[in-house]
């Protein structure tokens, strides 16, 4: 069982930035696809941002030039930099990993950007 690990979510100020980490229980190299999504709730969840097979990376027109979205192979980790934050990127955000079928998320971690 593959376990999904975020951290670093937290409130700040407009202008502000967050860094949000993603720790697997296992090597990130076995995804074919890493990421993170983001949900307020009850709207619709919205892909932020994809790395797929560790090259291609795809952002969500909304956080383009202001979120970066790396890994680091030794540690497990994928991160979400987010910067110049505004408050419409107040949600829950939550990493997730695709191998094959499978399709494993953490519990997320609450971003809350305030005006």
């Known amino acids: 069982q593959v376990q999904l690990v975020e951290s670093g979510g937290g409130e700040v100020q407009a202008g502000g930035s967050l860094r949000l980490s993603c720790a697997a229980s296992?090597?990130?190299?076995?995804?074919?696809?890493m990421g993170w999504y983001r949900q307020v709730q009850g709207k619709q969840r919205e892909l932020v941002a994809n790395i797929f097979n560790g090259t291609k990376i795809i952002y969500t027109d909304s956080v383009k030039d202001r979120f970066t979205i790396s890994r680091d192979v030794a540690r497990n980790t994928v991160y979400l930099q987010m910067n110049s934050l505004i408050p419409e990127d107040t949600a829950g955000y939550y990493c997730y990993a695709n191998s094959g079928d499978l399709i494993y998320r953490g519990q997320g971690t609450q971003v809350t950007v305030s005006s």
């Open positions: 296992r090597s990130i190299l076995h995804f074919d696809v």
